[in-house]
């Protein structure tokens, strides 16, 4: 179907053993190795331009899924999307001066191996320029762009050509700041290989991620489009185009300041410029803002400087009472409802939960500075304004006061602006139009030289002039973030009973009262003077009452069967207390959710012998289960004792320094994870069939270990071989003072996974209840997984 002059390859690739070891983000400390991988390579070029084979752009996602979901939003949606995209290109690519390459990875879920094997196996690879990433946590809306960079150039094109541009620097900063316990294949292009680029992704209806309703049903096909149309665009738009290699690139980016501010207006069109632009804008900005605010306390003297500092403790009353108020909900709801998140379901319900009782305390707390600040110009302004009415008097008093508040919401902007702009943030342009366009409508309409000329009540155009844009470019942005902090509810809680149940509610409730005072305090400034202050707060009231209502009534469920908890059944077969010694294995089922609150409702519906609590901490090497359910009843068979791993030591010596040989037999294992306790080893070498796969030096720990996660395919090793390296002071006594067995962390941690389900694990996952779904990730066990350990003192 391709063009006459455009050339169609396919490569299907077998990526040898390998291994990554990220420096960033969610893998510092762990080692990603990897075997038997199995990507489909598309490289689409003209036939009469060489330089295309030596230029290229890489469009990237991955064919594999956890073991949990069908995965059509993560990642088959994008799957399809560049298989139209194939299909497109191949009709125009006879004039480009770039291939572009379609990368069908595997491998990704089990911590971004698939790009890792092809970036440094590949030998397309060295002719990419530019690496754009597909990629969903959710299922369904605007594919957005999350991460651009770090040159420009891919986010200028696309905002020149896109139809529908969506896309936030907001997103990148908090995504890069390590709040969202993710990562992305982006990750590998830009850290292992030095690639520029995007990283796009679909976030509606995140509860889903990784979960059994990540199902077609529910995979909206208007997001195809989206995505598909602005890619199309996009790649048509650079494709013609001449790339910067990499050192010409890497250049341009150690000049610190060719990084990119960009965000999009209700997804019609696309604003970017470069850092450098955005320090002489804000730099320009905060020093005219200063210059006004000299100006006018100079003109208006020491009671202007007191009303100013008054109006700012308004500001920060506002923020107290309004965080006071909402907190507490997030405390409360654990005690109230059946579930500590029942908003997950129905995310509108954190409106009555949260924002009702933040609104009540940003109002309650500015009413406060309000009185506080009228008391003030009532006494100042006694002598000043002696030739006019009593009346009179009072009013104007109330106009300069409700004056006050509205300025004290620049204060706010103008402090995060300042810090952003200190730091580099690209987020700093919100806090720019938030303290911009409001202060412009009210010196273009409110504000006057002229110290003789008295106050009046603020004018509604003001407001609507001063906040109208603001509104327009950061609502939808807002609204996303509080979905995307909702979704992550069902998954809150990594290593399940180690994290209070309040805690999620406590962020969301923070969350929405730093956006009530930040976003309204300008409107806010309105209400004490308006005779429908009573009414709001009456209504308000009112909404959260209700809120609660519904929630203590359970009239609406915290999860239904298309939003669903997280939990996850494993059948264990645990050695890890039986090293050395000829006895049978424990074996039992554990239930565990990462999302918060206990297990009961669901265990009784089981109905299998589960018993809850903490009394047994799991740790299915380093992610720990404090909180679970776990049965011996009616085990029955489904393993043997063939499946059980060995670590054998196969020497231990000691000459310079104490070095050890342990061989690893995973059995019937491709899939399996390893901790080596770096307390006691220093460094160690790791090989499989003699063949070095992580060398000596390097190694990063979390917590005093250092984690392995292999997987593979069906033709993976199973024997592998250790070399430890101990340290100086490492344990040497195999007892203690009293002649006892000394107690103390393993030398080394094993889980091995195996995609098999037995009986017992087969019929608690057919009476799991309706709302809840096995959840999967890199460090999640299948439900079948056995536990053994090597102690210190072997």
Request: hydrophobic share 45%; charged share 15%.
């Amino acid at each position: 179907m391709a063009h006459w002059e455009v050339d169609v390859q396919v490569d299907f690739f077998h990526a040898k053993s390998g291994a990554n070891r990220m420096v960033s983000g969610l893998f510092v400390g762990k080692t990603l190795i990897y075997s038997d991988l199995y990507h489909i390579i598309l490289r689409i070029l003209p036939k009469y331009a060489s330089e295309a084979e030596d230029n290229a752009i890489l469009v990237s996602s991955h064919i594999d899924t956890v073991f949990s979901t069908e995965g059509a939003g993560d990642c088959s949606s994008c799957v399809a999307v560049m298989l139209e995209l194939a299909r497109g290109v191949s009709q125009w690519a006879h004039g480009f001066k770039n291939a572009v390459i379609f990368l069908f990875n595997t491998g990704e879920e089990e911590g971004l191996n698939g790009a890792h094997s092809f970036i440094t196996q590949h030998p397309w690879s060295s002719t990419i320029r530019m690496a754009i990433d597909l990629e969903a946590m959710g299922i369904g809306g605007k594919s957005s762009i999350f991460q651009a960079g770090p040159h420009p150039l891919a986010i200028e094109n696309f905002a020149k050509a896109a139809k529908y541009p969506n896309g936030q620097i907001v997103s990148q900063d908090i995504f890069s700041s390590g709040v969202i316990k993710s990562a992305t294949d982006f990750q590998v292009y830009q850290e292992v290989a030095g690639l520029s680029g995007l990283d796009f992704a679909y976030t509606d209806n995140s509860a889903v991620y990784h979960t059994k309703n990540d199902k077609l049903e529910l995979l909206k096909p208007g997001s195809l489009q989206h995505l598909g149309d602005n890619m199309l665009a996009f790649l048509l738009q650079t494709a013609p185009s001449n790339l910067p290699k990499g050192k010409a690139m890497e250049a341009e980016e150690k000049t610190g300041h060719e990084t990119a501010i960009f965000f999009d207006i209700l997804g019609t069109y696309m604003v970017v410029y470069r850092q450098r632009f955005a320090n002489l804008l804000h730099n320009s900005v905060i020093m005219q803002s200063i210059l006004i605010w000299v100006t006018s306390l100079l003109m208006g003297g020491y009671p202007a400087a007191v009303s100013l500092a008054l109006s700012c403790l308004s500001v920060i009353l506002m923020w107290i009472f309004s965080l006071s108020f909402s907190i507490p909900v997030g405390f409360l709801l654990p005690l109230i409802s059946s579930s500590p998140v029942p908003f997950v379901a129905n995310p509108w319900l954190v409106v009555g939960l949260f924002a009702a009782p933040a609104f009540l305390g940003a109002l309650t707390g500015q009413h406060l500075g309000y009185l506080i600040l009228h008391s003030y110009l009532s006494h100042a302004s006694s002598k000043r304004m002696q030739n006019l009415s009593p009346v009179i008097q009072a009013d104007v008093i109330k106009f300069e006061a409700e004056r006050w508040l509205f300025k004290a919401g620049f204060v706010q902007w103008f402090v995060l602006l300042m810090v952003g702009n200190y730091y580099k943030i690209g987020s700093s342009y919100v806090a720019l139009v938030w303290l911009v366009s409001p202060a412009f409508a009210y010196g273009f309409l409110e504000a006057t030289l002229s110290p003789v000329r008295l106050p009046r009540p603020l004018k509604i155009v003001t407001l609507l002039m001063g906040i109208s844009l603001p509104i327009l470019l950061s609502a939808g942005m807002f609204i996303r973030m509080a979905g995307t902090l909702i979704g992550t509810a069902v998954r809150f809680d990594r290593n399940p009973g180690s994290t209070p149940e309040w805690l999620g509610n406590v962020i969301i409730a923070i969350y929405i009262a730093a956006v009530i005072c930040l976003t309204l305090a300008y409107l806010l400034s309105y209400f004490h003077l308006s005779g429908a202050k009573k009414s709001i707060v009456l209504s308000t009231c009112m909404l959260f009452g209700l809120s609660l209502a519904v929630v203590l009534s359970g009239t609406v469920p915290s999860f239904t069967e298309d939003t669903a908890r997280a939990v996850n059944v494993v059948h264990v077969v645990d050695t890890t207390e039986k090293y050395g010694e000829m006895q049978d294995p424990r074996s039992y089922i554990s239930i565990f959710s990462t999302t918060p609150g206990n297990l009961i409702k669901e265990v009784e519906q089981i109905n299998e012998g589960f018993v809850c609590g903490r009394d047994k901490v799991l740790d299915f090497v380093t992610f720990s289960v404090k909180y679970g359910c776990l049965t011996n009843d009616d085990i029955g068979g489904g393993w043997s004792k063939s499946d059980i791993p060995v670590l054998h030591v196969d020497s231990d010596t000691e000459g310079d320094g104490r070095t050890t040989q342990i061989s690893i037999d995973t059995k019937v294992s491709t899939r399996w994870s390893l901790a080596i306790n770096t307390q006691e080893i220093e460094d160690f070498l790791f090989k499989e069939n003699s063949d070095e796969l992580v060398p000596l030096g390097g190694k990063g720990s979390n917590n005093g270990w250092h984690i392995f996660q292999f997987s593979g395919g069906k033709n993976s090793p199973t024997r592998f071989d250790l070399t430890l390296f101990w340290r100086k002071n490492s344990t040497k006594s195999a007892h203690n003072a009293d002649g006892q067995r000394a107690e103390q962390r393993p030398l080394l941690k094993l889980r091995t996974d195996v995609n098999r389900l037995t009986p017992k694990a087969a019929r608690v996952l057919t009476k799991l209840p309706s709302w809840c779904s096995q959840f999967g990730k890199s460090t999640s066990p299948y439900n079948l997984a056995f536990l053994t350990s090597l102690p210190v003192l072997f």
